[in-house]
């Protein structure tokens, strides 16, 4: 049974009938304001805690976009509640730190995650370890082709998801700074294009729903890559309308 208040899901406070099947999934509540500016007729729909969600249309096709707030855990409540009303298919709009060194290029504009390092405890409580993080193909396909469109820069890659933003950012605070390091240069050197908090839990439950999920992370103008995952989403709607 859902876990729901009267008909809505308790933690979004969304039912059926209230988000389109695609939605972007910012972790800020604020950037969904910002997101909603690109859909025709946006509509706020409910603000519960970190989750704010708006609904409009892209090419005349329901479009929402709910806020996950930060980290794993949250993200995890927003997908699950959101696929329980009828979404499916998933990108999530963010920044994020670069990692290696072909991603320090400063003629990049962000990342298109293709997979995630799950160095996070959330999917753990899902499915074994050894179940991949993996983006779905032919949202990434559509960022990319998007991202293409724009005369914009997006390495595709894995990104690292982890549960402690300080870890990254102050690792030698930590008792465990010598482990985080290196854990860090283990990343670096494996080709881990970028990290941040959420992707690893949008993948994995997607992959375990049967839904479509991807990620574009921002390493400049966050309004540019808010146009790609648009135009993304209008290429994915054309290829479903088929």
């Given at each position: 049974?859902?876990?729901?208040?009267?008909?809505?899901?308790?933690?979004?406070?969304?039912?059926?009938?209230?988000?389109?099947?695609?939605?972007?999934?910012?972790?800020?509540?604020?950037?969904?304001?910002?997101?909603?500016?690109?859909?025709?007729?946006?509509?706020?729909?409910?603000?519960?805690?970190?989750?704010?969600?708006?609904?409009?249309?892209?090419?005349?096709?329901?479009?929402?976009?709910?806020?996950?707030?930060?980290?794993?855990?949250?993200?995890?409540?927003?997908?699950?509640?959101?696929?329980?009303?009828?979404?499916?298919?998933?990108?999530?709009?963010?920044?994020?730190?670069?990692?290696?060194?072909?991603?320090?290029?400063?003629?990049?504009?962000?990342?298109?995650?293709?997979?995630?390092?799950?160095?996070?405890?959330?999917?753990?409580?899902?499915?074994?370890?050894?179940?991949?993080a993996v983006a779905d193909r032919h949202v990434v396909a559509a960022l990319a082709q998007a991202a293409k469109q724009n005369g914009k820069r997006?390495?595709?890659?894995?990104?690292?998801?982890?549960?402690?933003?300080?870890?990254?950012?102050?690792?030698?605070?930590?008792?465990?700074?010598?482990?985080?390091?290196?854990?860090?240069?283990?990343?670096?050197?494996?080709?881990?294009?970028?990290?941040?908090?959420?992707?690893?839990?949008?993948?994995?439950?997607?992959?375990?729903?049967?839904?479509?999920?991807?990620?574009?992370?921002?390493?400049?103008?966050?309004?540019?890559?808010?146009?790609?995952?648009?135009?993304?989403?209008?290429?994915?709607?054309?290829?479903?309308?088929?």
């Open positions: 049974m859902a876990f729901v208040r009267g008909e809505k899901q308790y933690h979004i406070q969304l039912k059926k009938g209230d988000v389109g099947r695609y939605v972007f999934l910012p972790g800020d509540p604020f950037r969904t304001d910002l997101i909603a500016g690109y859909l025709d007729d946006a509509k706020l729909i409910a603000h519960n805690r970190e989750h704010k969600t708006w609904t409009g249309t892209l090419d005349g096709v329901p479009v929402s976009v709910t806020s996950t707030g930060m980290g794993c855990p949250s993200t995890a409540i927003a997908v699950e509640e959101l696929m329980k009303i009828g979404a499916d298919t998933f990108i999530r709009i963010g920044t994020a730190g670069r990692v290696c060194e072909r991603s320090m290029d400063e003629a990049l504009d962000g990342a298109i995650c293709t997979a995630a390092v799950r160095d996070e405890g959330t999917t753990r409580q899902y499915i074994p370890i050894e179940y991949p997006y390495i595709e890659g894995i990104t690292q998801s982890k549960d402690s933003f300080y870890g990254e950012v102050e690792p030698e605070n930590a008792p465990l700074a010598d482990l985080l390091q290196i854990r860090w240069n283990a990343w670096k050197r494996g080709n881990v294009v970028c990290s941040e908090m959420e992707s690893a839990a949008l993948f994995v439950l997607a992959s375990i729903r049967g839904c479509r999920a991807a990620s574009i992370m921002s390493f400049k103008d966050m309004k540019d890559t808010i146009q790609v995952a648009c135009d993304a989403v209008r290429l994915l709607i054309k290829a479903d309308q088929k």
